[in-house]
């Protein structure tokens, strides 16, 4: 197929041929067949996407308090030092 100024000249044509291609290759039970497990995979991505983003949130949560523990910990030792002082 020739093209003209990046679009195709015959569309119609091109489709029919996909279509044609796609039909050949592909029986109706099969198409039937992949549709669900597209979706199912989809859902299982956005799941894992899910528990990612709570894993990398609570890692967060954890590195944040680590340092606010170490901080009170700390400040105890002082005053206790500055009492015996």
Do not use: W
């Not at 020739?2 to 796609?22: C, Q």
């Not at 669900?36 to 894992?48: E, T, V, Y």
């Not at 680590?66 to 005053?79: F, G």
């Amino acid at each position: 197929m020739k093209e003209a100024r990046g679009k195709d000249v015959y569309p119609e044509a091109a489709e029919d041929l996909n279509n044609f291609i796609v039909d050949s290759y592909f029986s109706k039970t099969t198409l039937e067949l992949l549709e669900p497990k597209i979706l199912a995979n989809r859902q299982s991505a956005a799941r894992s996407k899910e528990r990612k983003m709570r894993s990398i949130h609570a890692d967060l949560e954890h590195k944040a308090q680590t340092p606010q523990i170490e901080n009170i910990t700390l400040s105890n030792e002082v005053a206790k030092l500055q009492v015996g002082i």
